[in-house]
């Protein structure tokens, strides 16, 4: 699963995070932030000549997530989701969305 969801553009210093449309034009210093496994990464890195840059800290991630409109959201005890994998309850089929991931405690 290779996903380009966000990247960064510094027109006039200050960064700005834009969602990856079809349209998007990169340019030189554009920051892009992929969801894939490390030997996707690795290689979308060799085969176009990219930097691979050090990880976001906490505050910048979340910036940029909630600028394209990432949600975290938890499931309650009453959820209709619990015990049921994303493909199973059809899931990103009910809105237009991509679930990305997810943390289990315990």
């Known amino acids: 699963m290779l ?3 966000v990247f960064e553009k510094h027109q006039r210093g200050k960064p700005q ?7 998007s034009v990169f340019e030189t210093d554009d920051a ?8 996707q990464a690795r290689q979308l890195i060799e085969t176009q000549q990219l930097v ?14 909630q600028e394209v ?6 499931l309650a005890p009453e959820s209709k989701l619990i015990g049921k994998s994303p493909g199973r309850s059809r899931f990103p089929l009910a809105l237009p969305s991509v679930c990305a991931g997810h943390s289990a405690s315990g």
């Open 3 to 5: 996903s380009s969801s």
């Open 17 to 23: 995070f834009l969602a990856a449309l079809p349209e």
């Open 69 to 74: 409109g990432a949600a975290e959201i938890m």
């Open 52 to 65: 691979e840059l050090p990880p976001l800290g906490a505050r910048t991630r979340a910036e940029a997530l």
């Open 32 to 39: 892009i932030f992929i969801i894939a496994e490390t030997d």
